[in-house]
């Protein structure tokens, strides 16, 4: 289900700290596609992503959420969008359904439609035997499905992740994966960061590479291997092959 | 490494975390020990003047009578009580909140020894802190009095050695009695109430004998002095110990370490175990399963109820909020004396009810807007931040209103002019401590609530003096109203610095 309209567009995008994290970054991610964002620790990934979310504001640039322009009108591109970040942020006083009631409250979604979603959603997570516990006491694991479930809760149209998978064991990564390519089949967006190679190879469209806050490599899996002038080699050859030459450069 | 060596090791070990945390809780970030331990000095060098005030007339005691050794027993129990309820704190630290435990379980060392010298440690820096905070008060009766006034630091040892020993007892026990999920909101209840109680206590006492505030009225009365043992009870050996009796002091030390021995030889085997359970069971909170239809409502609205779900549920909110419904108790009843009888008294209401309400509003301010858990959520989430900002600060006076409008509104029927102006006093003291953390505000976690004081001293200072001040004007405003204007003036312009130093200007 593509559109014609980018999922997100950024431009020139610029973040400075002591130095620069992400340095005129310019990336498309279509409407509908599972896109990849790959890089080694401090390639400025995050940042970017944080920028796009509205946690942080670039130095510079342009953020265009499914034609919304995320700097110059931040609500109706968060209306639209939503992030889970690599350390699940809920509250521990909190049960999986209170917290999700809330998510809902907070995105404005019919209370009626989003109890029963919202119930739906946390057993599809595996978490059936704990809706009515609070959180203070869950596995990493849990809490980082609980966050999932709060993302999806107002179906949103692109879904941004920030090491979605860190801490999940393999059936719960499992359901998070299969939860997420259901999302891009009926039409949502996601956009991904991951250490776990296999993770994007099998999972996403696209892949995008990131070293020291600029874009050194994208395409699909197929057209990275040829832009690397292998077309046998892993993703994980390519992705040290990108970085450490990218790293030499600099 | 022989055992001993190995137990000092602990220790030194133990030590030092202890300083490094009290060094973090007084400067808030690394770098500044040198500028903490000047303001420390300069702190209690300065406090040896409110010290010289309050208890400079008993430096020249020499054979004290029943209502001076009332009056020495009772503010040792009192010292001894907040001690108590410190100590309680710091035990249920040490199960709840070190992170080192399962390393400490799972290494080859002996559990009992180790500890046995966090016990010890616990004890430690409980008197440490009591003697730091009581030597202007010994140096006042030291100057004042002589050299045989020394021997109160050895009862303020006894007071540190035994409190940290009924703590330990306490909090085990309750974790027998109600279980590891319960004894953390319990102890810091119990805390609370113990630390204040006693002062309430004596001022209850004296409203319903006396009809005034001052504790002091029911301890140097006729009738306490009747109802007193007599004056070679052992009642009266900490006061004499520390007026100079040598024996009885060494009487009370060795009791004090032979009862801290007694708990860590009774305690320390078992509190493996305790910990253990601590573990296993902290975790499983359930609520009863409820209709899964959501709640609707505006977006502000799930804010506030998620802030008051949240308020409801925070066991530090619970019992700061207890300590200050309890020091609203004496007010309360002597607002209640005076219906039947003219009391003049009852001006000294209006400041207490403004000085609990801008002390609770700078604490529920600091958890519903720093304390974000999920800043990330909130952030990303649909609505513009002057909104969820607004939702929040709604909460804390809505909170605020919820709790003292009952008494504002009992204030009405003894005097309406004084309930309006305790009413604007509350309003004003609670706007000012919200505008205060707004301000100043630094993200942080709910459970970072201990060391919200560190993030900006200015902050915490400020907070004290607008609600000091707003107290100050609305007493000033129901017996002097011009000096009011003067007070409220001052505290106007505390508030306006404050905003101009602050890092949120403009």
């Not at chain 1, 790959?38 to 640039?61: F, I, S, W």
Request: charge should be positive.
């Amino acid at each position: 289900m593509k559109s014609d309209v980018s999922a997100l567009e950024v431009r020139g995008l610029t973040k400075r700290f002591d130095r620069p994290a992400v340095d005129a970054l310019d990336l498309t991610v279509r409407t509908g596609e599972f896109y990849a964002l790959l890089g080694p620790n401090g390639a400025g990934k995050t940042t970017t992503l944080r920028m796009v979310a509205g946690l942080l504001k670039p130095d510079a640039g342009s953020v265009s959420i499914l034609g919304v322009d995320a700097l110059a009108d931040p609500v109706a591109a968060k209306q639209i969008m939503a992030w889970v970040s690599d350390e699940p942020m809920i509250y521990d006083k909190l049960t999986p359904l209170e917290y999700l009631e809330f998510v809902a409250g907070l995105w404005g979604i019919a209370s009626a439609a989003s109890g029963t979603s919202a119930h739906k959603l946390l057993v599809s997570l595996g978490l059936e035997t704990h809706l009515h516990e609070r959180c203070e006491g869950f596995s990493k694991g849990m809490r980082q499905k609980v966050a999932l479930a709060g993302a999806l809760v107002h179906d949103p149209r692109l879904i941004i992740l920030d090491e979605p998978l860190t801490g999940l064991d393999a059936l719960s990564a499992r359901h998070v994966k299969g939860l997420l390519q259901e999302r891009v089949r009926s039409g949502c967006t996601v956009i991904m960061t991951t250490h776990i190679l296999e993770v994007a190879e099998r999972m996403a469209d696209r892949i995008g590479v990131i070293a020291a806050g600029r874009l050194v490599a994208e395409g699909t899996l197929t057209e990275l291997r040829q832009q690397n002038g292998r077309g046998d080699t892993s993703l994980e050859d390519m992705f040290i092959a990108l970085v450490d030459t990218d790293a030499a450069a600099a | 490494m022989s055992s001993a060596a190995a137990l000092t090791w602990f220790a030194r070990h133990e030590i030092r975390l202890a300083w490094r945390e009290w060094l973090a809780m007084v400067t808030g970030s690394r770098g500044r020990r040198k500028r903490a331990i000047i303001a420390l000095i300069a702190f209690v060098a300065i406090m040896h003047l409110p010290a010289y005030a309050v208890i400079g007339r008993f430096a020249d005691l020499q054979a004290p009578g029943k209502p001076e050794l009332i009056v020495i027993t009772a503010t040792i129990f009192l010292a001894w009580a907040l001690m108590l309820s410190q100590a309680i704190e710091s035990v249920t630290r040490v199960f709840y909140a070190r992170a080192d435990l399962d390393l400490i379980m799972s290494s080859p060392a002996n559990l009992a020894n180790v500890f046995s010298v966090r016990i010890a440690a616990i004890a430690l820096s409980v008197t440490g802190m009591a003697l730091v905070l009581s030597t202007p008060f010994v140096d006042v009766l030291v100057i004042g009095g002589g050299i045989r006034w020394f021997s109160a630091f050895g009862v303020v040892v006894v007071i540190g050695l035994s409190a940290a020993a009924v703590a330990i007892a306490i909090t085990v026990a309750l974790f027998r009695l109600i279980g590891p999920s319960r004894t953390r909101l319990v102890a810091q209840i119990v805390a609370a109430v113990i630390g204040a109680g006693f002062v309430i206590a004596l001022q209850v006492a004296a409203i319903f004998s006396y009809g005034t505030l001052s504790r002091f009225t029911v301890l140097t009365s006729d009738a306490a002095a009747a109802y007193a043992p007599a004056l070679d009870s052992p009642l009266w050996w900490p006061a004499r110990a520390a007026i100079g009796d040598s024996m009885v002091l060494s009487w009370l030390l060795a009791g004090g370490l032979m009862l801290l021995g007694a708990v860590m030889a009774t305690f320390s085997p078992k509190f493996a175990d305790t910990v253990v359970s601590v573990a296993a069971t902290t975790r499983t909170v359930r609520r009863g399963p409820r209709a899964t239809a959501f709640r609707g409502g505006s977006r502000q609205q799930a804010l506030r109820a998620k802030e008051f779900l949240l308020l409801r549920r925070d066991p530090w909110l619970l019992s700061q909020s207890l300590m200050q419904l309890l020091y609203l108790v004496p007010p309360a009843l002597l607002l209640w004396r005076s219906f039947s009888e003219s009391s003049t008294a009852i001006v000294l209401i209006t400041p207490v009810i403004v000085m609990a309400a801008g002390q609770l509003a700078g604490g529920l301010a600091w958890l519903t807007i720093s304390g974000e858990d999920a800043a990330d959520l909130v952030a990303t989430a649909p609505l513009p931040p002057s909104r969820v900002i607004r939702a929040k600060v709604e909460v804390v006076l809505i909170s605020i209103g919820v709790i003292f409008a009952p008494l504002t509104a009992a204030l009405a029927f003894a005097s309406v002019t004084q309930a309006i102006v305790t009413a604007l006093g509350i309003i004003v003291a609670t706007v000012s401590a919200a505008a205060i953390q707004l301000w100043f505000r630094v993200q942080a976690k709910r459970s970072q609530f201990r060391r919200r004081q560190t993030s900006s001293r200015l902050a915490t200072f400020a907070e004290a003096f607008c609600s000091i001040g707003w107290a100050a004007t609305t007493a000033l405003a129901v017996t002097i109203p011009i000096a009011a204007v003067i007070s409220g003036t001052m505290t106007a312009a505390i508030l306006a610095a404050t905003w101009k130093i602050s890092p949120r200007r403009g």
